[in-house]
């Protein structure tokens, strides 16, 4: 099966997990370290499932130690996400992570040697523009402007394109299986550290919110954290079949599916997610999938 049909399985996931964080932020669960702190201990679960299935391959000490640290940087990437949240509205950070197909092109360039053909790299900025413009509610004079989010973005955009370079550059020796069990166990790692961060940090309140949630949004997180899980899967396997800076550009369409899934939740369940369906922002989000799918187009030429 092509690698362009799981680099596109991967952001629709995304998105739907976006919204089941949306969900559980907003009505079940205050402290989102939770969501991050549960879903590096399940990932490690996995990647212990999976070493078990393959008999414990052994592997290169040096290899070893890029898939651990691609898997630790993944989750803690998270507390500079969250830390743009709190200086601003999510609205106005999405379009800041269209940095990480950027990031991801230089460091494939500089350390994986890979180079992108003349249509491909027009199909790349297609889609890095059109996912940029999905992002953002409206243009306007101040979409530019330096916000106080910015560096964490950045921080949080390097951490998220480290792993994928690294997992690249490990699986085309070790095969995907091997690569990707191996990183989910650096998911724990990266787990235990946000757990003891936020034990040490505020141990009281923690307690207080474990002890609060209920078994049914456990339940919740547990898929909603599944399905972060698959759609990290689906990625890394594109990215053992690709170059990394293309699946990484092919990013660009979760904003595409966030939309699609607003408009449809928008309609069937109004109370959960409004979206804005004035005549400026359809016209723009529906430029910005054109400019998208004509991306992918001149990628595959």
Same mark, same amino acid.
């Given at each position: 099966?092509?690698?362009?049909?799981?680099?596109?399985?991967?952001?629709?996931?995304?998105?739907?997990?976006?919204?089941?964080? @949306?969900?559980? %932020? &907003?009505?079940?669960?205050?402290?989102?370290?939770?969501?991050?702190?549960?879903?590096?201990?399940?990932?490690?679960?996995?990647?212990?499932?999976?070493?078990?299935?393959?008999?414990?391959?052994?592997?290169?000490? &040096? *290899?070893?130690?890029?898939?651990?640290?691609?898997?630790?940087?993944?989750?803690?990437?998270?507390?500079?996400?969250?830390?743009?949240?709190?200086?601003?509205?999510?609205?106005?950070?999405?379009?800041?992570?269209?940095?990480?197909?950027?990031?991801?092109?230089?460091?494939?360039?500089?350390?994986?040697?890979?180079?992108?053909?003349?249509? *491909?790299?027009?199909?790349?900025?297609?889609?890095?523009?059109?996912?940029?413009?999905?992002?953002?509610?409206?243009?306007? #004079?101040? %979409?530019?402007?330096?916000?106080?989010?910015?560096?964490?973005?950045?921080?949080?955009?390097?951490?998220?394109?480290?792993?994928?370079?690294?997992?690249?550059?490990?699986?085309?020796?070790?095969?995907?299986?091997?690569?990707?069990?191996? &990183? =989910?166990?650096? /998911?724990?790692?990266?787990?235990?550290?946000?757990?003891?961060?936020?034990? =040490?940090?505020?141990?009281?309140?923690? @307690?207080?919110?474990?002890?609060?949630? #209920? =078994?049914?949004?456990?339940?919740?997180?547990?898929?909603?954290?599944?399905?972060?899980?698959?759609?990290?899967?689906?990625?890394?396997?594109? %990215?053992?079949?690709?170059?990394?800076?293309?699946?990484?550009?092919?990013? /660009?369409?979760?904003?595409?599916?966030?939309?699609?899934?607003?408009?449809?939740?928008?309609?069937?369940?109004?109370?959960?997610?409004? &979206?804005?369906?004035?005549? @400026?922002?359809?016209?723009?989000?529906?430029?910005?999938?054109?400019?998208?799918?004509?991306?992918?187009?001149?990628?595959?030429?």
């Amino acid at each position: 099966m092509s690698w362009i049909f799981f680099a596109i399985a991967a952001p629709l996931l995304y998105a739907a997990s976006n919204f089941f964080d @949306k969900f559980l %932020i &907003e009505k079940r669960v205050r402290d989102p370290m939770i969501l991050a702190i549960f879903g590096g201990f399940l990932t490690c679960l996995i990647g212990l499932g999976i070493l078990v299935f393959r008999g414990f391959p052994s592997i290169p000490s &040096e *290899q070893l130690i890029y898939l651990f640290v691609a898997g630790m940087l993944f989750g803690l990437a998270l507390v500079p996400w969250y830390k743009a949240l709190t200086l601003e509205d999510a609205s106005r950070v999405s379009p800041l992570f269209q940095a990480i197909p950027l990031m991801v092109l230089a460091m494939s360039y500089l350390f994986l040697g890979e180079r992108l053909a003349q249509w *491909q790299l027009l199909g790349f900025l297609f889609i890095l523009v059109g996912g940029y413009l999905l992002s953002v509610k409206e243009l306007g #004079r101040g %979409i530019f402007r330096i916000r106080k989010a910015l560096w964490w973005a950045l921080l949080a955009s390097l951490l998220f394109s480290v792993p994928l370079v690294l997992f690249k550059f490990v699986s085309s020796d070790l095969g995907f299986w091997d690569s990707l069990a191996y &990183e =989910f166990l650096g /998911g724990g790692i990266g787990a235990l550290i946000l757990f003891s961060y936020v034990v =040490f940090s505020r141990r009281v309140g923690f @307690k207080e919110e474990i002890t609060r949630t #209920r =078994f049914g949004t456990w339940g919740l997180i547990g898929s909603n954290e599944a399905v972060y899980i698959i759609s990290r899967m689906c990625n890394f396997y594109a %990215i053992s079949l690709a170059a990394v800076s293309l699946v990484t550009v092919l990013g /660009g369409f979760q904003p595409f599916f966030m939309l699609a899934f607003g408009l449809i939740l928008s309609r069937w369940f109004p109370n959960v997610v409004k &979206e804005d369906v004035e005549k @400026k922002t359809v016209v723009l989000k529906l430029a910005a999938i054109i400019l998208i799918f004509a991306g992918v187009w001149f990628i595959n030429i």
